[in-house]
């Protein structure tokens, strides 16, 4: 049968498959069409033209890979008749900015755009069909794709999509910051934000200045465990800074990408490291040392002295010789106010301004920063501590703490960038704390990304263009490495992806959720050592019944599933192969654990789930049917213990509530009668 509707594409024969094509981010318009475009070493690549070219080179590269071919690349006069072709066509009025249209049919596939990104954005999509039609090679049968015949057209919701790295706190080696940009890439991220000064290390070489990387990136120890936990240090010192030319090359990199560099370089606060290698910068002329710890420190850029400008200035002019970005964000945040409240010639400086609160100092501090790089054609993003005091004329406003900075900014009808901590810090914790990784803290489950919308829903329409989209930050106190740092940001910037550029209306959960096995399957494919995510099937529960039969599913095919029950999962504990049958005492909870191991190795912390029996008691005569625990004008999201919880009976008497685990924060929601 396949094979007779192979070839032809007609949408009323439109096979069920998934509707998005396994693509992330989801397309803002997908029509699938019955057929197969059959993919394989004969088809031919059209593209003229520099962007064109440059996409042929990357989907040969990409092809070269995954299946050992490669695409003859021609222009369209040099197309042999009736070849199977791949055109990349770059034309004037065809989408909106970096959209495209994709069309596959039996006798190609056609990507349409008005600009680079766009056709690099179709490319992408391509790739990610390519992906998801792969089926091992049968030997001895030329490799070939099956790529369904579909209409798309696509365009980003969102100019601005945003991820953050910080390499203050830990290094990151030039060679991860392009896998990076590779996985930003990919999911179709335009902004990857740099974030390269803090009190614990100055990473970027800056010429004038030479000790700020000889001295300022290197702190001599660094903090163990958790800021504030049992305060020990590792005794070793720890350095790191990218050369100017490593820079440049990473800034190329990123913009054969599609992608803009915005570095960032702290001030007033966070600027420890700075101080430490030039003392004059800081009201108290030090001595000062790099931070070995994480937190906020009071010693920050003195704006009194003229030096201070003189040398910021300096520096930021050697920056915009390396950035070519309209932005250039100048931090702004977590600036303590007590050095200047104590120095005689800040006190001055605020009297000659006529400023009544230190605040407005920050405000003079930025302004004539800002004024600075305006002067040569830049603006600045500055954290929303920007504006207290008073924002900066032109200033755009990167909103973290909350929204409420993001909304008063678009109040005053300035550009917003929305990065609120609850949803979009990827140094929180993706799971029950006790067993992940040490993190920042938080529980920021791929869910709660998903579930964001960077527009508030107080703004009115005509004030929602301020919102420029959303992006998601990277603090590294605890990821000291590569691997760390993926395991982080995986998979959580799918979900970020697709905040940013499916259509509001488009975005669903389930649908997201059934694209991301394939995803997963590509990452570890790849080495990623992203986070496999918790077995579907281990929730906890509780139940009036005596067994319960845990039936489980891994997150991603060909995952292998190892448990135990009441003590830690290890590799060596028993292979899932079928249903887990519990038998359960009454009041007594059970505790299940399971560890994962990918296809390619990748190990899962231990995940457990706790299942109890609890005896039913007789509802009292005339009392309330309760349908599950009564949270009615809660949060959803709340701290549950069971031991704390009193039991109703469902409203057959049998059933009871099914509640979140142990002490974690959780959904909760009725079980459905059996
Ligand atoms: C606040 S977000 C900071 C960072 C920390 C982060 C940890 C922001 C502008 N400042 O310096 O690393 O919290 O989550």
Redesign the pocket.
């Known amino acids: 049968m396949l094979a007779l509707i192979a070839g032809s594409c007609n949408a009323s024969v439109a096979p069920p498959v998934e509707p998005n094509l396994g693509i992330v981010p989801a397309p803002a318009n997908v029509e699938r069409l019955g057929g197969y475009f059959l993919l394989n070493k004969a088809t031919v690549i059209e593209a003229s033209g520099y962007d064109a070219i440059h996409c042929a080179t990357l989907l040969n590269d990409y092809l070269g890979k995954a299946y050992g071919i490669t695409l003859q690349v021609k222009n369209e006069s040099s197309i042999p008749p009736r070849a199977h072709v791949i055109r990349f066509d770059l034309r004037a009025n065809t989408s909106p900015p970096e959209g495209y249209s994709l069309q596959s049919s039996h006798n190609g596939v056609t990507i349409v755009s008005n600009d680079g990104a766009g056709l690099f954005y179709g490319l992408q999509s391509l790739m990610q069909m390519t992906d998801a039609a792969f089926k091992p090679p049968v030997q001895g049968v030329p490799i070939q794709v099956e790529l369904p015949c579909a209409n798309i057209q696509d365009a980003p919701r969102f100019p601005y999509r945003g991820l953050h790295l910080?390499c203050g706190?830990h290094f990151f080696p030039v060679a991860f910051i392009k896998t990076y940009l590779d996985l930003m890439a990919r999911y179709k991220l335009n902004t990857f934000h740099w974030h390269l000064t803090?009190d614990q290390g100055w990473r970027i070489e800056i010429k004038r200045y030479p000790l700020l990387t000889s001295v300022g990136s290197i702190r001599s120890q660094t903090v163990t465990g958790h800021e504030g936990g049992s305060n020990q240090y590792d005794g070793k010192s720890y350095g790191g800074f990218y050369t100017q030319d490593e820079i440049r090359d990473i800034v190329e990199y990123a913009r054969l990408r599609y992608i803009t560099v915005i570095p960032e370089i702290e001030m007033p606060g966070?600027s420890l490291a700075a101080l430490t290698a030039y003392p004059y910068l800081g009201c108290t002329g030090g001595p000062y040392a790099v931070a070995t710890h994480?937190g906020?420190f009071p010693d920050v850029f003195c704006p009194s002295g003229d030096s201070t400008f003189a040398f910021l200035e300096n520096v930021l002019t050697e920056l915009m010789q390396l950035f070519p970005s309209h932005y250039i964000h100048i931090?702004g945040?977590?600036c303590p106010k007590i050095r200047w409240e104590h120095d005689p010639r800040d006190i001055a400086l605020m009297k000659s301004l006529g400023d009544t609160s230190a605040d407005q100092l920050q405000s003079y501090f930025i302004g004539r920063i800002e004024k600075f790089l305006n002067d040569h054609g830049r603006d600045i993003i500055g954290?929303d501590?920007i504006l207290e005091g008073g924002l900066a004329p032109n200033a755009t406003v990167?909103s973290?703490?909350g929204e409420a900075g993001g909304i008063a900014a678009v109040k005053l009808h300035h550009k917003v960038i929305m990065?609120p901590?609850n949803w979009l810090?990827f140094?929180?914790g993706q799971g029950i704390p006790a067993n992940e990784p040490l993190n920042?803290g938080g529980y920021l489950p791929l869910s709660k990304v998903y579930s964001y919308d960077p527009v508030p829903a107080v703004l009115p329409d005509s004030e929602k263009q301020y919102i420029l989209g959303a992006q998601a930050?990277v603090?590294?106190?605890y990821m000291a490495s590569p691997e760390k740092a993926e395991y982080m940001i995986l998979p959580r910037m799918l979900a970020l992806a697709e905040i940013d550029w499916t259509p509001l209306e488009k975005k669903d959960y389930g649908d997201f959720l059934a694209r991301l096995p394939a995803q997963l399957s590509w990452m570890d494919q790849q080495g990623y050592f992203f986070r496999i995510p918790e077995p579907l099937g281990l929730s906890d529960s509780l139940t009036t019944q005596d067994r319960i039969l845990v039936k489980l599913t891994p997150p991603l095919p060909g995952t292998r599933m190892y448990y135990s029950l009441d003590s830690a999962a290890t590799v060596s504990s028993t292979l899932y192969t079928s249903p887990v049958l519990l038998t359960l005492q009454a009041n007594r909870p059970d505790t299940l654990h399971v560890v994962e191991v990918s296809p390619a190795g990748n190990t899962s912390v231990d995940y457990h789930a706790v299942f109890m029996r609890k005896e039913v008691l007789k509802p009292k005569p005339g009392a309330r049917p309760a349908t599950g625990l009564n949270l009615k004008g809660h949060r959803d999201t709340i701290r549950v213990s069971l031991k704390r919880h009193r039991v109703h009976p469902g409203p057959d008497g049998k059933e009871l509530a099914k509640v979140n685990s142990l002490g974690m924060a959780g959904k909760i929601r009725p079980l459905q009668p059996t």
């Open positions: 910080d706190r803090e966070h994480w906020v931090g945040d977590e954290w501590e990167m973290w703490r990065t901590g810090y140094d929180r920042i930050n603090w590294s106190e």
